[in-house]
């Protein structure tokens, strides 16, 4: 069974750091690309960043790029997000989501998310 | 960068009808757009993907259909569960969410 579990999320000062954790199980890790999507409190969903298997490609949306740093840990079956500067709009359920097939393309959209962990940016 | 918009925003309908919701995209995806259900307080589920295939384990009353920029969902005939809110997301061009449609039972 696919397992995806997010960690590391708390309150956070305007301008402060934090890193998300995703554990995976259940699947050959090394074998996807992976990504982070984001909800902000009675919002949508917003797309944050993606790794490719290897992690030799990322990509971020424009709200994040210079701040956070997606990155992974295949001996682990980890990934991260390192997140800096932090802004109130950052506020959000930040989920781990695995980006389907397998393939080495990563324009796909996302076959099994993690329950999230939950960051506030605020004073 | 790709804007993706759903109508409606909302929408309230009777068990057994036929549900529809539209997703606009403001330039061509070809068929790369899927669509997710999410529940409160639990993540989303992918339902659809390649704007017309069927997520494996997902119910058949469950349908998308469309290409280049306009896309529908279509639920067959609405079941209690199916209450939730929907989402729209292209992977054309990096990956965008539409704003959700939320369904609720009448």
């Known amino acids: 069974e696919v397992q995806l579990v997010e960690s590391g999320g708390g309150l956070v000062q305007p301008g402060g750091s934090l890193r998300l954790s995703c554990a995976a199980s259940g699947f050959t890790f090394s074998n996807y690309w992976m990504s982070w999507v984001r909800q902000a409190p009675g919002k949508g969903l917003e797309w944050v960043a993606n790794i490719k298997q290897d992690g030799s490609e990322k990509y971020y949306v424009d709200s994040v790029k210079g701040r956070f740093t997606i990155s992974r840990d295949n001996a682990k079956n980890s990934l991260y997000l390192q997140m800096n500067s932090l802004r109130a709009e950052d506020t959000a359920i930040y989920y781990c989501a695995r980006v389907w097939g397998g393939y080495s393309s990563g324009w796909y959209p996302f076959d099994y998310w993690g329950q999230g962990t939950l960051v506030t940016v605020s004073s | 960068d790709i804007q993706m918009t759903q109508s409606p925003s909302t929408l309230s309908a009777s068990v057994g009808d036929r549900v529809t919701i539209t997703c606009r995209a403001s330039q061509s995806l070809s068929s790369w757009l899927a669509w997710y259900q999410q529940k409160p307080r639990k993540a989303p589920k992918l339902l659809i993907y390649?704007?017309?295939s069927l997520e494996s384990g997902v119910p058949s009353r469950f349908s998308g259909s469309g290409s280049g920029t306009e896309f529908t969902l279509t639920i067959s005939s609405l079941q209690p569960d199916d209450s939730a809110t929907y989402y729209c997301q292209q992977y054309s061009t990096y990956w965008t969410f539409g704003q959700g449609t939320k369904v609720e039972i009448k």
């Open positions: 390649k704007a017309s």
